[in-house]
């Protein structure tokens, strides 16, 4: 399995914030937020890494080079920044016909569970598994997607950024995908608010076709780094579980140049 982490946006929300470096490439407990992902992919046991870069795609490329902990990487252009699914679609042919763990490069899982996942895709021989979050705060859920199953976490439907959530299940962005996915990206809709392909819609489309994708719980705390707000309570709980980690205090620090590690 391969390990697809995904680091080509620009993050327009973070206003000024990301315009001079990778949104992926800002500081995060003590290293860049795209770095929490690779030790993930690295510790699940992928046996390849692809990261799909675009806006200032030097900022990674140079820092982390064609190997991360003795796994190799493999970089892919997204020469256009056209949401999630097009980043997918960019990168099929280094999957090389693969199945693959999905990540996204803005986002931080404390204590993340992959392993559970892995185990559950290979021992159901499932289609995908999509990792959830116990959100109890159901207005967080709009910012990414929600879902409805059964008492067996298969899942039959997926919503993007739903304005009332149904339940406290918030969808992440790490998933676990049969490389089969891939053919039902140009069936997948535009998204008519954002003029792109969704995730929650490729998957369904794939589900639709009674392909079987169940849930896993993949993390105690979850943050989808997409504003300055969000950056700040990520910080916050690395803090709160790391007290001895001391992270910068000022804006240019905070946003500024990575050092070496």
Not at 5 to 27: D, F, H, P, Y
Not at 88 to 106: K, N, R, S, T
Not at 133 to 150: G, H, M, P
Request: net charge neutral; aromatic share 6%; proline share 3%.
């Amino acid at each position: 399995m391969k390990a697809l982490i995904l680091a080509g946006g620009r993050g327009k929300r973070l206003e000024g914030v990301s315009q001079a470096i990778n949104k992926c490439m800002l500081n995060l407990g003590g290293k860049p937020i795209i770095e929490h992902n690779l030790d993930n992919a690295v510790n699940a046991g992928v046996d390849e890494i692809v990261i799909v870069v675009g806006y200032k795609a030097e900022d990674v490329i140079n820092r982390y080079g064609i190997n991360y902990r003795g796994k190799t990487i493999k970089y892919v252009i997204q020469q256009e920044q056209k949401g999630l699914v097009h980043a997918i679609e960019c990168a099929a042919d280094a999957l090389d016909g693969e199945d693959f763990f999905l990540m996204l490069g803005d986002e931080l899982l404390i204590n993340p569970k992959h392993h559970p996942m892995i185990d559950l895709f290979r021992s159901d021989g499932l289609f995908g598994v999509c990792g959830v979050f116990v959100q109890k705060n159901r207005a967080l859920i709009s910012k990414t997607y929600t879902l409805v199953e059964d008492g067996e976490h298969r899942i039959y439907r997926l919503i993007e950024k739903p304005r009332k959530a149904l339940n406290d299940l918030m969808g992440t962005g790490n998933c676990i995908f049969k490389n089969e996915i891939l053919s039902y990206i140009g069936r997948t809709p535009i998204n008519q608010e954002r003029g792109e392909k969704e995730l929650p819609d490729l998957i369904q489309c794939a589900i639709d076709e009674g392909n079987v994708v169940k849930s896993c719980l993949i993390c105690d705390n979850y943050f989808n780094v997409n504003s300055d707000d969000d950056l700040r309570e990520a910080e916050n709980c690395l803090n709160y579980r790391t007290p001895r980690i001391k992270l910068s205090l000022s804006k240019g620090e905070k946003y500024g140049k990575n050092k070496r590690r």
